[in-house]
């Protein structure tokens, strides 16, 4: 299994950007595929997971009507779109994939760094 982000880098507040997750070895519908963030100092924050299988995506409240996650089943990549960036979007972008909810803890890329400035 093969999980690689990419799409990370630096961008002035209001801005976006959108990160790829590009996976091998699993199929992204068929797995709950999301993102996690961690920013120095603070705490492992969920950001969002897509469970194609159940028709359900959740947002973490901080990103919510700013991000949308979709997947390209012919690329096996999963994209988060993210809008209006804020600075304190700033953090290491993970991508996971896990069965039947997402977590650290199952498949992850090495993560693609967010900056974003004011």
């Known amino acids: 299994v093969r999980i690689e982000e990419s799409g990370g880098g630096l961008v002035q507040a209001g801005g976006s950007l959108r990160l790829s997750c590009a996976v091998s070895?699993?199929?992204?519908?068929?797995?709950?595929i999301g993102w996690f963030r961690q920013a120095p100092g603070k705490e492992r924050e969920a950001v969002v997971c897509?469970?194609?299988?159940?028709?359900?995506?959740g947002y973490a409240d901080s990103v919510k009507g700013r991000s949308t996650i979709s997947t390209d089943n012919a690329k096996n990549t999963a994209y988060l779109q993210m809008n209006n960036q804020k600075v304190e979007d700033t953090a290491d972008y993970y991508c996971?994939?896990?069965?039947?909810?997402?977590?650290?803890?199952?498949?992850r890329g090495q993560g693609t760094q967010v900056t974003v400035s004011s």
């Open positions: 070895g699993f199929t992204v519908d068929d797995y709950a």
């Open positions: 996971v994939g896990d069965f039947p909810t997402c977590t650290m803890e199952g498949y």
């Open positions: 897509f469970k194609k299988s159940h028709y359900s995506t």
